[in-house]
């Protein structure tokens, strides 16, 4: 973290298959792609804050599965934040702030019976609520 990295994330690191913990804050980063991440099968930590991440593609991080931590927080993400985030059950800490991101947050109640989302201007604990809009 905090290399003033530029460019692609390292193609590399999906072949760090047993990494749990990995932290790319405040690089400068502006792209990520499914191919980046999909051997991080035990992946439980990830923070991609403080970059500058564009595009609308999210749906990529859940192949995440094992994901505890996911902060995207600081970077040029734009769109609905994806419904097949679901499919990280073990979630309990979102960082979403400083995107362009809307949409209905609600279905992540279904992920734990308690999460953590952090949104533009708030920070709020979602629980069982029927739908958050951000």
């Known amino acids: 973290s905090h290399n003033q990295i530029q460019?692609?994330?390292?193609?590399?690191?999906?072949?760090?298959?047993?990494?749990?913990?990995?932290?790319?804050?405040?690089?400068?980063?502006?792209?990520?792609?499914n191919r980046d991440f999909s051997g991080l099968k035990h992946?439980?930590?990830?923070?991609?804050?403080?970059?500058?991440?564009?595009?609308?593609?999210?749906?990529?991080f859940s192949s995440l599965t094992s994901l505890e931590i996911l902060r995207l927080n600081n970077n040029s993400i734009?769109?609905?934040?994806p419904r097949s985030w679901r499919e990280m059950v073990h979630l309990s800490e979102l960082h979403l702030f400083d995107n362009d991101l809307w949409g209905s947050i609600?279905?992540?109640c279904q992920l734990s019976p308690q999460i953590m989302v952090?949104?533009?201007?708030?920070?709020?604990?979602?629980?069982?609520?029927?739908?958050?809009?951000?």
């Open 7 to 33: 460019g692609t994330i390292p193609r590399g690191i999906s072949d760090l298959t047993a990494l749990e913990r990995l932290d790319l804050v405040e690089n400068k980063f502006e792209k990520e792609s």
């Open 43 to 60: 992946l439980k930590f990830l923070d991609l804050g403080r970059n500058a991440l564009k595009g609308s593609r999210l749906d990529f």
């Open 78 to 81: 734009s769109g609905t934040v």
């Open 106 to 108: 609600g279905f992540l």
């Open 118 to 134: 952090k949104i533009p201007a708030k920070e709020i604990l979602v629980k069982a609520a029927p739908a958050v809009t951000v």
